[in-house]
């Protein structure tokens, strides 16, 4: 099992930047591939961004292409995600997510991933 929570969700300004944090506990986090997920009201589940376990592969939504940073660090058990320029579609909860395979070119698949957080709201005003 790995548990995993989020933080660093918050409300901001159009043009502003938040970061969000999810830390990872059970197994060895090293060894999972990391998502994070938005889901906004009355929308499906959209991929972010994703990053593989050596951190050498990463993958972002068109969306947020550009915009948002995703890095991990395997010795302290967290992923990152770096959100620059926020506009008020980003406004969703956001969901940290890991998956122990992810096949080859689906990192952008909810149904790749095993455990999910709770998730954070990030609201951002116009």
């Known amino acids: 099992q790995v548990q995993l929570v989020e933080s660093g969700g918050g409300l901001v300004q159009a043009g502003g930047s938040l970061r969000l944090s999810c830390a990872a506990s059970g197994r060895t986090f090293s060894n999972y591939a990391m998502g994070w997920f938005r889901q906004a009201p009355g929308k499906e589940r959209e991929f972010v961004a994703a990053i593989r376990w050596s951190a050498a592969y990463s993958y972002y939504g068109d969306s947020v292409k550009g915009r948002f940073t995703i890095s991990r660090d395997n010795a302290e058990n967290t992923v990152n995600l770096q959100m620059n320029s926020l506009k008020p579609e980003d406004t969703a909860v956001y969901y940290c997510?890991?998956?122990?395979?992810?096949?080859?070119?689906?990192?952008?698949?909810?149904?790749?991933?095993?455990?999910w957080g709770q998730g954070t709201q990030v609201t951002v005003s116009s």
């Open positions: 997510a890991a998956s122990s395979s992810v096949y080859r070119g689906r990192d952008y698949a909810s149904d790749e991933y095993d455990y």
